[in-house]
């Protein structure tokens, strides 16, 4: 299932196992929490030893769902993510429940970074930062592109640039 | 310093400050001092109050000189350049076509020693860049020209005839004291007198004296509504003086107030004792907004709030409030159609085709209103279950609203503009050119989805502290229409500040 309006051009798919691992560490990081929380819970709780049994079966469960969240959801957001850049526009559209789409007016980019973190880097994927002179939307960030494509766009984006103010 | 010698150094000399400045930095400082030495003074169970007051002035007083030394300035081919400090040198590389805006500011003294204080502001947000404090006012004459001569109109923005300077608008007496009715600022009166009677005089004992009588009013014998009528009371009887205090001070800070255009430039000029002089050039302005609250309606009359890229504007917390008020702070409403054919002149609001929200709008608008009223009723009833009633008592005034709103908004994206009805109560109107867009957007919460409706975010430069434009509860094809108009015909354009 394709988002209504795509645009031509996608993200590259490992970007998918990027935010898979990235979920998979936020989600490692809160169940230790939660883990900490129940194991507190197991010991000290004044309930029956029973009811107290059902903490480490309900944090099982509960980390269960987050992980298996954190697998899937990258998934289906990634299909709802395109972007394309013509002779004016970057464009970008992006979100499963709350949507939007970003148009950029590539004479109106100040400055670009194709910035790339650790788990980024083991993939090969890179995120395209584009500042503008606006106040909201002064830089609009892409991640997920593979990085020489990142440069590609990048070069692509500021060969426009150059003859007015550029802001 | 005079104007031929000013002009003489054309490419180059650094300039000092006008050699008055040397007594506004100390000024400053003995003011910022004032009243811990005055508590000083008064207070101290030492022998000698007055060496503990130098001991804490020269420090200060002395750096405000070395401030002074340090501070040089050039007027180059094509940039300002300002070099302060001594210990940490700075030098700061200001463009002449990257400044957006210059404002004078002179005080009653500035202006019997004819200087002014210069603040230049370019597109980075924040304070102004150059706060240049103080010149003489033919130097700054000579900065001025010097800076908005080299800035051609953009294409297809400013007329190629050269214009003789002509006013635009003078705020007369009475739209003074209409602007003092409506700005409403007499607490700000009131609680610098409070503050200035709790640094000095007996305001502690009329304090007392004051709760004593409180007391003692047969009022409070009724508990709490007797509270609350007091407090009424007590509102309305200062209203009228509050009033007048506003007035007197619309009538100090408007004194003379008149907007002028010369080319591209405007130039308003206002301030009975401070004097403000701000310019703008026209091409800079990348949002406008025109304001109206009932006060402005019933005295026929309307605010034009123009955001420039550089910093905020009609901020407050400003030392000198008086240079951070609106271009134009008042406008008598017959006027407002003149005034922006000046400051927008490729506007024809005639000529817009304006389109409504999304015929859906309503339904949606009002069941908003219902959940917060069923929210409301039910928060009620926890309090006494008869008060819930006022929950559905309340929804055919949330129908009206609702009517209303749908009536007064309206949006158009045509004939370069990006424009914006919208307000029951507080009505404005927002415009944006498209060459000043600098990202458009539509966005569709999952309620939106639903309904087939869309926003449409238009980001500008100058989006001030009220953030970028949405335009909300429209048709989803029509939003998607206007995104791919906006999309072909702002990125065309070239942007210039």
Known sequence: MASPEALSERLDPRAIDVQRIVGAITTAILSLVLAISALIGFLTAPWPFALRLMLPFAWIVVSGMLLAFALWWPGVSWRYVSYQVDEINLSITRGVVWRSHTVVPRSRIQHTDVSRGPIE????????????????????????????RALAVRDRLLRAGGQDDGV | MTVSDAAENRDGESQRLHPSSLLFGIGAVARRLLVPGLAILFFSRRQEPEVWVMVLFAPSAVLAVVRYWAYR????????????????????????????????????????????????????????????????????????????????????????????????LEVGFLDQVRYGVISNRGMVVVAAAIGVAWQFGPLGSWFEALQRQFFDLPLLRWGAPGVLAIIVLALIAATPFLWLLSIGLALVRLHGYSLRRDGENLRAEYGLFTRVTKTVPRHRIQRLVVRQ?????????????????????????????????????????????????????DLDLGAVAWSELAPRAPRRMFRQW??????????????????????????????????????????????????????????????????????????????????????LVIDTAGAGAEGPLSIDLLDAGQARQALGQLATEAGRTAFRW
């Open chain 1, 121 to 148: 880097r083991m993939y090969e994927l890179a995120t395209l930062v584009v500042y503008t002179a606006g106040t909201e939307h002064a830089a609009v960030h892409l991640s997920g592109l593979a990085h020489d």
């Open chain 2, 73 to 168: 300035y050039r007027l180059g081919a094509e940039e300002l350049v300002i070099q302060d400090g001594l210990l940490t040198r700075n030098e700061r590389h200001i463009p002449y076509a990257r400044i957006q805006n210059i404002d004078l500011v002179q005080n009653p003294l500035q202006r019997l020693l004819g200087v002014a204080e210069a603040r230049l502001e370019t597109a980075a947000g924040g304070k102004p860049e150059a706060v240049i404090r103080v010149l003489s006012l033919e130097a700054i004459a000579v900065m001025r020209a010097r800076i908005f001569v080299g800035q051609p109109p953009a294409p297809g923005e400013g007329e190629a005839a050269p214009e003789r300077p002509h006013a635009i």
């Open chain 2, 293 to 345: 609250s009932v006060m402005h309606r019933i005295l026929g009359c309307a605010s034009v709030v123009v955001d420039t890229a550089g910093g905020g504007s009609g901020e407050e917390g400003d030392p000198h409030g008086a240079a951070r008020i609106e271009v134009v702070p008042i406008v008598p409403k017959d006027r407002i159609e003149p005034l922006l054919a000046e400051l927008l002149p």
């Open chain 2, 370 to 455: 219902i959940a917060v009223l069923a929210v409301l009723g039910g928060a009620l009833a926890f309090a006494h279950p008869a008060l819930a009633l006022v929950a559905p008592l309340l929804a055919p005034l949330a129908w009206l609203e609702t009517r209303a709103r749908m009536k007064r908004t309206a949006w158009s994206v045509d004939k370069g503009y990006v424009c914006r009805r919208s307000g029951i109560f507080w009505r404005r109107l927002d415009l944006v050119r498209w060459s000043k867009i600098q990202v458009v957007q539509s966005r569709e919460s999952p309620f939106d989805r639903r309904h087939r409706m869309a926003s």
